[in-house]
């Protein structure tokens, strides 16, 4: 059952309520964050609705349709986010599990592991305990593949995955690591789940070969039953009529599961298709789709595999679909988790130390303490893109603020009050953002990494409004100028110039009027409980919006990851003769630097002189480029590094 509870109910009150409901043997689940306030009540007796609305709070009670009760959307709106160690599985993070099917060797999960973490993977997998068809076929290295993994996660940092195949296994996946897999062979195998629950430990639940979306539901709650709701869902291919593949991946499976339940996603394409050359494109369908990650298998040399060789990429073949993934994952709404978000287990010690993490999740007193220690500022104020991507491309350990103005951003994180600033550079649309150019100069703070985040505007007003009712917009300028198509075929509404999308939003929404309505983003619309009369209404649905991260050091070398996806952002002026600028370009040129961006501002006091913003794709930091920087000095007459952070990708695959 679901309580809606009073509007106005005191916590005390709350806590009561909670008591008189554990006392009948209920689980309480309280959600957090939205705008009613709402307990979900599950007991094996089930209580009446007159009893339940006879309990002082309770203002409405409403029962959960589905079978399955603590996994279901009506249970839990929010996504669940799974947290291993640094790696956040869910909401809008895209995380990439890869390995071998199976630990074969120490040397081959080693090599392997290295090459997957130097292409993006930030979680390992290997199956020890091998479900195989046949008795004679490996059935894996068991305890001795166990201490392999846990030998990888101290070598390389990710952290392991692998197959729990009974019960009697638990103890030793205690020990030595981090997630258990429950495969398709085992998705009914009750006493297995439920030994599952106990442990705690994060779960992949993979999908039965023959089973319903709705059997498979009803196999996460027994492990949720027993208290455990850290439950990834992955999709790996049932049985149908079809031989050419392996299995037919299901991917409408991806948005019903989203209406259905609040756990996370992934898929499988390895064992959906069994062909490697049908693994990238079913991936990229994957992400496309929805889904909050991938596990693919990778083998170095697939053709010696004692397990599905045919079906593993070659490393490259890896790194080659992560970088697609990469250029796609904005498009949805998501971020890729890679080195270069400064994620990866590899740095999880520095990072511990820059976002102040918790280890492993199970936080000390002290831990708990540290870790709202750092603070990202953005502008504006909560539901705006600023404010989404402080929080996407952070962890949520990160607490975040607004300020009201670029400057201000700028003051914070110099002053110390801020750990991070979160820039807006540049839109696709609508080109650089150049106060922004002349902050990065004025100030001496460096960037440490970037990320775009995809703009999409929706017409936001009341629950009960209809576009007819709508008789004037809310909306910043350029947001304006984003939707004029829409605008304009309703040429009656009246434009009302606002600062910021969440401010539209969140007048609209005091206002109280149905014929107010406001242009902003579904998180607002959210925020403010406010309902999306129209998505998507803006012209160009190719509206990305590239921000910086600054900080008032540069990014060290352990927190970068790999020098082919390092970009570095430098600012210039040359001496007022001809030529000087194509002298510079002569040594990125001569240098094999591919050169990415390159802006131009006015210098103050000095009309008709100008400072160069250039992007280039290199590390200029490192001691290799002195050579470099000595030859761009000799034709400069200023010259500053802004930073080199990871970008991830090569300039044609940029958004
Ligand atoms: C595996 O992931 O190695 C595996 C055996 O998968 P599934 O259970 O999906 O067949
Ligand atoms: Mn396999």
Not at 28 to 55: A, D
Not at 148 to 162: D, P, Y
Not at 239 to 265: C, G, M, W
Not at 502 to 516: I, M, N, P
């Amino acid at each position: 059952m679901i309580l809606v509870l009073e509007k106005e109910i005191t916590q005390v009150k709350k806590s009561q309520l909670k008591s008189i409901l554990a006392e009948k043997g209920c689980m309480v689940h309280e959600q957090e964050g939205g705008v009613q306030n709402i307990l979900g009540v599950i007991g094996r007796k089930s209580l009446t609705k007159e009893f339940l609305m006879s309990l002082e709070g309770v203002a409405d009670v409403v029962p959960i349709s589905t079978a399955y009760k603590l996994v279901s959307r009506q249970m839990k709106q929010d996504d669940t986010i799974i947290r291993i160690g640094n790696v956040e599985i869910g909401g809008n993070k895209l995380t990439i599990i890869a390995g071998p099917c199976a630990v074969e060797s120490r040397e081959q999960a080693m090599i392997i592991a290295k090459e997957v973490k130097k292409y993006g993977a930030t979680l390992f997998r290997g199956g020890a305990f091998k479900p195989r068809s046949s008795p004679y076929s490996f059935q894996g290295l068991e305890e001795e593949g166990l201490r392999i993994l846990a030998e990888v996660r101290e070598v390389t940092g990710l952290r392991v995955v692998t197959e729990i195949t009974s019960p009697m296994y638990a103890d030793l996946m205690m020990k030595y690591v981090d997630i258990i897999q429950i495969g398709a062979r085992n998705m009914q195998n009750f006493e297995l789940l439920k030994c599952a629950g106990r442990m705690g430990k994060p779960v992949i639940l993979k999908r039965g070969l023959a089973s319903t979306i709705e059997e498979w539901l009803m196999s996460a709650e027994y492990i949720a039953a027993e208290g455990n709701q850290n439950i990834i869902l992955c999709e790996r291919g049932i049985r149908t009529f079809e031989p050419y593949t392996r299995n037919t991946l299901d991917l409408s499976a991806i948005p019903v599961l989203k209406q259905l339940t609040h756990l996370p996603v992934i898929i499988d394409p390895s064992h959906a298709t069994g062909i490697r050359e049908k693994v990238s494109p079913m991936a990229r369908a994957a992400i496309a789709a929805g889904a909050d990650g991938l596990m693919i298998e990778v083998h170095h040399k697939p053709e010696e595999a004692l397990s599905d060789g045919p079906q593993s990429l070659y490393p490259k073949q890896f790194g080659r679909l992560i970088r697609d993934i990469y250029v796609i994952a904005p498009v949805v709404g998501k971020q890729l988790i890679h080195d270069y978000t400064g994620y990866s287990a590899e740095n999880y010690d520095s990072l511990s130390s820059r976002y102040q993490l918790s280890a492993g999740g199970t936080g000390t007193a002290e831990s708990e303490n540290s870790r709202q220690e750092k603070r990202v500022v953005y502008l504006g104020e909560q539901g705006t893109f600023s404010h989404k991507a402080a929080i996407q491309y952070f962890s949520s350990d990160v607490e975040s603020y607004p300020v009201p103005s670029f400057r201000d951003i700028f003051e914070e994180v110099k002053s110390g009050a801020a750990d991070f600033g979160m820039i807006p550079i540049e839109n696709s649309l609508a080109g650089s953002i150049h106060e922004n150019y002349d902050l990065l100069l004025e100030y001496k703070l460096f960037i440490t990494g970037e990320l775009s985040i995809r703009i999409i505007h929706n017409l936001i007003a009341h629950k009960d409004s209809r576009l007819e009712d709508i008789k004037q917009v809310f909306a910043p300028p350029p947001a304006l100028n984003q939707c004029r198509r829409f605008l304009n075929a309703n040429p009656d509404i009246r434009l009302v110039p606002v600062n910021a999308t969440a401010s539209a939003v969140k007048s609209v929404a005091e206002s109280g009027t149905l014929e107010d309505a406001a242009i902003g983003s579904v998180e607002a619309a959210a925020l403010f409980g406010m309902t999306v009369l129209e998505e998507a209404i803006e012209d160009n649905p190719r509206n990305f919006t590239r921000f910086v991260i600054i900080e008032r050091q540069m990014l060290n070398d352990e927190l970068k990851s790999n020098a082919s996806l390092i970009k570095s952002s430098v600012v210039f002026s040359t001496s007022n003769k001809p030529g000087s600028l194509f002298e510079v370009m002569k040594v990125f040129s001569e240098n094999q630097i591919n050169l990415v961006k390159l802006e131009s501002r006015p210098i103050h006091g000095k009309p008709w002189q100008y400072m160069f913003y250039a992007d280039l794709e290199t590390d200029l930091t490192n001691s290799s480029a002195d050579g470099v920087i000595k030859a761009i000095k000799q034709n400069t007459e200023f010259f500053r590094i802004l930073g080199s952070y990871n970008c991830g990708k090569k300039g044609s695959d940029s958004i």
